[in-house]
């Protein structure tokens, strides 16, 4: 069955950058638009990033724009995403996930594959 497993995250004071990877197996990874969300303690799942089969078409949150970057390597199977410039209210569980079905209820609705997520703490 597919899996998907995130990793990269950890503490980081404000300013700085860190890189998260999430790791696909199981299914064919090409066939998937994937998406990186975030939710906070207390809060709602937010979308951070999405990207297209082919990685030629990205999508990001505004809170997000022009501070993190999402890739993917079809060849290796992975998305990454890049965030430089991170403040605590970046402070979340990050989870990878994939795209299933094409339905108008876009994210997260039509993503029936998940990661177990990867705890991002960013301190002041």
């Known amino acids: 069955q597919v899996q998907l497993v995130e990793s990269g995250g950890g503490l980081v004071q404000a300013g700085k950058s860190l890189r998260l990877t999430c790791a696909y197996s199981?299914?064919?990874?090409?066939?998937?638009?994937l998406a990186w969300s975030r939710q906070a303690p207390g809060k709602e799942r937010e979308f951070v990033a999405a990207?297209?089969?082919?990685?030629?078409?990205?999508e990001y949150a505004d809170s997000v724009k022009g501070r993190f970057r999402i890739s993917r390597d079809n060849a290796k199977n992975t998305m990454s995403l890049q965030m430089n410039a991170l403040k605590p209210e970046d402070t979340a569980v990050y989870s990878c996930?994939?795209?299933?079905?094409?339905?108008?209820?876009?994210?997260?609705?039509?993503?029936?594959?998940w990661g177990q997520g990867t705890q991002v703490t960013v301190f002041a």
């Open positions: 990207i297209s089969r082919d990685g030629s078409n990205k």
């Open positions: 996930s994939a795209r299933t079905s094409l339905t108008n209820r876009g994210f997260p609705g039509d993503f029936g594959y």
């Open positions: 199981g299914g064919t990874f090409r066939n998937h638009p």
